[in-house]
């Protein structure tokens, strides 16, 4: 069965790096997604991501956040300057042409220190 | 009022038992709905999808009622393979189809 994959699965990073976090969508999958759950919160939408644009953000994905698909392949969420608060699970979900359906992959745990 | 609302739980239900549990959501604009379920630290997993009046699949039976903005999802026959987190879902087709999630019902199913 296709599945999202996501990499790596644990970052540590210290405050003010950027992060890149990567994430390879089911193959014939259109939209993207980045989720983040704060531990012991709720999943909360970042960004949604169509024909290689943005489609809708929230609040959350400021400045500090991009996307970008470089390839056909990958689908990736950067942070330029993370901040203690970035700490999370970031997951990463793709929807099929048709569908309403979204698939998550394992998810990244960032550790901003 | 919180865009999708849950009972945290925990539901303590015995193995072989029935439990069921409801999810509020404020928009009723919204066109689609889901519950998926959360194991500890890990990934949503999709478990239904909830477009008409209601949705049954094996143990699990789900059902919308969209005059009163609530959908249940009912599990019989509990198995201790149960125990999860089960989230409530409200997919927002105007707004990139992003997903709006609730905090989540605990259940723990006991031998």
């Known amino acids: 069965e296709p599945e999202v994959t996501q990499t790596p699965s644990h970052q540590v990073t210290q405050m003010g790096q950027e992060v890149i976090l990567r994430c390879v969508p089911i193959s014939n999958h259109l939209y993207f997604y980045w989720y983040r759950q704060i531990l012991g919160q709720k999943v909360e939408f970042l960004v949604s991501?169509?024909?290689?644009?943005?489609?809708?953000k929230s609040e959350i994905f400021d400045d500090q956040f991009s996307v970008e698909r470089p390839d056909g392949s990958n689908f990736t969420l950067k942070i330029r300057s993370t901040k203690l608060e970035d700490s999370a699970m970031y997951f990463c979900a793709s929807r099929g042409p048709g569908t309403y359906e979204q698939y998550f992959g394992p998810g990244t745990r960032l550790t901003v220190t | 009022r919180k865009e999708v609302e849950q009972d945290p739980g925990p539901f303590n239900v015995p193995e072989g038992a029935t439990v069921a549990f409801n999810c509020t959501y404020s928009n009723s604009a919204s066109q689609s709905f889901f519950w998926y379920r959360q194991d500890c630290r890990k990934e949503p997993k999709l478990l239904m999808s909830v477009y008409s009046s209601g949705n049954e699949d094996g143990r699990f039976t789900a059902q919308l009622n969209r005059a009163s903005q609530y959908i249940s999802l009912l599990i019989r026959d509990s198995k201790l393979s149960d125990s999860a987190t089960y989230l409530c879902?409200?997919?927002?087709?105007?707004?990139?189809?992003?997903?709006?999630f609730g905090g989540g019902t605990r259940v723990l199913v006991k031998p």
């Open positions: 879902v409200v997919n927002d087709w105007a707004a990139g189809n992003k997903l709006t």
């Open positions: 991501f169509y024909n290689n644009e943005i489609s809708e």
